[in-house]
């Protein structure tokens, strides 16, 4: 394997103006779907490729590669065999050959779903069945093995199939419905949201809302939307994904900027440099009109991670969620700061009070809330105001999605879980102890 690698700085900086792989798929300002590519700068002679698309982790990561059978994979290597940048190379060399896909993982504020390659969608923790929290990762009845991304908020989840079908279960209320089937019936085998069955590109859930992405245009249901998807004012066009909050939402666009837009605006979760109790249309969030490559949050905190390996956030800083190293009373923030001390990373997950990033080789760190360990740093202190490592995991990780209280990670072929456990979302087969370290999920 080359030798001669660019940085994986340099080649982040180098994504925003480069298309999507393969030809046949359309290049979107650096952007691409689910399933694509997006190529690379590398020393002469050699290849390249950045795997992206997943709502809970845009790998940023570029890997350079002097050749071999079946280079151009679409994977991060979790097991490496050359020494290349960041001591990972393609997917796809000879002793690679035989590595599944990452596992796809997301995690809402008491439950977690997972799915391996050619296996169905388990779930474990309070997923809302109907006979209570399930211990152990049960499949969820309504799907099949053709699930490309997962999504969801409290007590409820969706599904996203290679087609573009979105199909949710969990439970719902009077004014609570984000389940998008126009009714307030609660229901627990996944099933179609009205108008949502094909062409879906990207999806998101956060408390008791859920968006999606359909033809560039940005949809959302659940209690601030109603109960079916709706158009969201200015966002008919240009969306490349979607987060949503417990009142807010931003959509990452066709040009790598940001456009959020927000029932309430109390906190500046818009992020348009101004903050009000009334609603705010779509607009551009400040600072970042290019070179965002993800975009992630789920209650009144939103993140971005940018070409350059950096991150930024803008709303809400209870317990340091900002990760600026302030916190508390009169931090909030109605535009974006830099997170401290990050650089090189490569993807970036942003739960209810903490956020996550993997990093260049697959190590990861937290930030924010520690209430219940979900920074899994090994410790018990209240928060983090800036980036912390996340103890026992310093490479190889694949896929990350931080919850309401705890968080979860793809390391390998195996899941691991750390953070808040009431109702065994953790995966460790019981309820009730928290864990301030990453723990293998059993069973899965």
């Known amino acids: 394997m080359g030798s001669t690698s660019t940085s994986l700085l340099a080649s982040l900086v180098a994504i925003a103006a480069l298309g999507c792989l393969p030809s046949s798929d359309q290049s979107v300002g650096g952007s691409c779907r689910a399933g694509e590519q997006i190529a690379c700068a590398c020393a002469s002679g050699q290849k390249g490729a950045q795997s992206c698309g997943r709502a809970t982790l845009t790998f940023g990561a570029c890997i350079c590669d002097s050749g071999g059978p079946g280079d151009g994979g679409v994977v991060i290597d979790p097991v490496p065999d050359g020494a290349v940048a960041g001591g990972q190379d393609l997917a796809g060399s000879p002793a690679d050959m035989a590595l599944p896909p990452p596992i796809l993982v997301a995690t809402g504020n008491y439950w977690t779903c997972a799915k391996r390659p050619g296996e169905k969608v388990k779930c474990f923790g309070n997923w809302a069945q109907p006979n209570g929290p399930a211990l152990a990762p049960t499949e969820i009845a309504g799907l099949t093995t053709d699930v490309v991304e997962l999504a969801g908020g409290i007590y409820f989840t969706c599904a996203r199939s290679s087609a573009g079908g979105v199909k949710c279960w969990g439970q719902q209320q009077t004014g609570l419905t984000p389940l998008g089937d126009g009714t307030e019936t609660s229901h627990f085998t996944a099933m179609d949201v009205p108008g949502l069955t094909s062409g879906v590109t990207s999806i998101a859930g956060g408390e008791f809302n859920a968006c999606a992405v359909q033809g560039g245009a940005v949809k959302c249901w659940g209690r601030t939307y109603g109960s079916m998807p709706t158009p969201i004012p200015g966002m008919s066009a240009g969306a490349v994904s979607v987060i949503v909050g417990a009142g807010h939402g931003c959509a990452l666009t066709t040009a790598g900027g940001v456009k959020c837009w927000a029932a309430s605006n109390a906190y500046g979760q818009a992020g348009h440099g101004a903050v009000g109790a009334g609603a705010v249309a779509a607009g551009d969030v400040t600072g970042l009109t290019a070179g965002v490559l993800a975009i992630s949050g789920k209650q009144d905190t939103t993140c971005a991670q940018l070409a350059g390996g950096s991150v930024k956030c803008w709303g809400v800083n209870s ?37 996550t990033v993997v990093l260049a080789g697959g190590a990861m760190k937290s930030w924010g809330s520690n209430q219940y360990r979900e920074l899994g740093d090994g410790t018990s202190n209240a928060m983090a105001a800036t980036p912390v490592p996340v103890s026992g995991v310093a490479s190889g990780v694949t896929a990350i999605s931080a919850g309401g209280d705890h968080a979860c990670a793809a390391v390998g072929t195996a899941l691991t879980c750390w953070g808040h456990n009431p109702f065994g979302e953790l995966g460790t087969g019981a309820a009730g102890a928290d864990s301030n370290t990453p723990v293998n999920v059993v069973g899965f």
Do not use: C, F, K, Q
């Open 319 to 355: 317990y340091g969620a900002l990760g600026n190293g302030t916190s508390g009373a009169g931090t909030d923030s109605v535009n974006p700061v830099v997170v401290t001390g990050l650089a090189g990373v490569g993807g970036i997950s942003v739960g209810r009070g903490a956020g």
